[in-house]
């Protein structure tokens, strides 16, 4: 899954970006509207969290352009105001979800992975690929029976096989789903990361298989 925030004070954005990379997966971050719809005519987002008071108007009106884009990512308003008529109005005009700052960094998280379980994005259960199982809720992997520890990276082109499993998943594909737009990419990473990952779950005695389809991506298939 992919993140787009859209917030201008940049202490606030850094830990944003931070938090939902790790919780949720890659995020990108951005300071204005025009810049945030530039970015969505272009890529696919899972969830957007946005700011009211932006430098060139209210975050309100992003919503345009998100109920617009392919993905039609799910939406989080995180701003001051939170005036009870502030809400109303977000959340009449196809806002999923307000919070208003101060906030709890648990709740955030709470409710952007509950903002995402209504999407039906991450499903709220477990996928089996032979003996792997991926908790879409968590993003926790059990092999055997027993629990198995996966580097960020690693997890989240993982969880892009898990998510399409018998299906071609195109090398730019994983791509999307393990860095920001923004992220210098080497020419042969993905195929790094997956190599990594391979001898990982082999290791822990994973049956599950990553299939190399040549000139394509890969493929996560059943033994």
Known sequence: MRV??????????????????NAIGPTDVF????????????????????????PDGDGLTLLSALKASRSQPATLFLTALDDHRDIIAALDRGADEYI???????????????VLRRYNLDRNGTDQIGNLCFNLHHRSVVVNEEPLEVPRRELAILEALVRRAGRVVQRE????????IDDEIESNVIDSHVSRLRRRLREAGCNALIRTIRGVGYVLTTP
């Open 4 to 21: 787009l925030i859209v917030e201008d004070d940049s202490e606030l954005a850094d830990w944003l970006k931070d938090t939902l990379a």
């Open 100 to 114: 208003g700052k101060p906030f709890e960094p648990t709740e955030l998280v709470a409710r952007a992975r509950a």
């Open 31 to 54: 300071s204005t509207i025009g810049e945030a719809e530039a970015a969505l005519s272009t890529h696919q987002f899972d969830l957007v969290v946005i700011d009211r008071c932006l």
């Open 173 to 180: 594909a994983l791509e999307a789903s393990v860095y920001s």
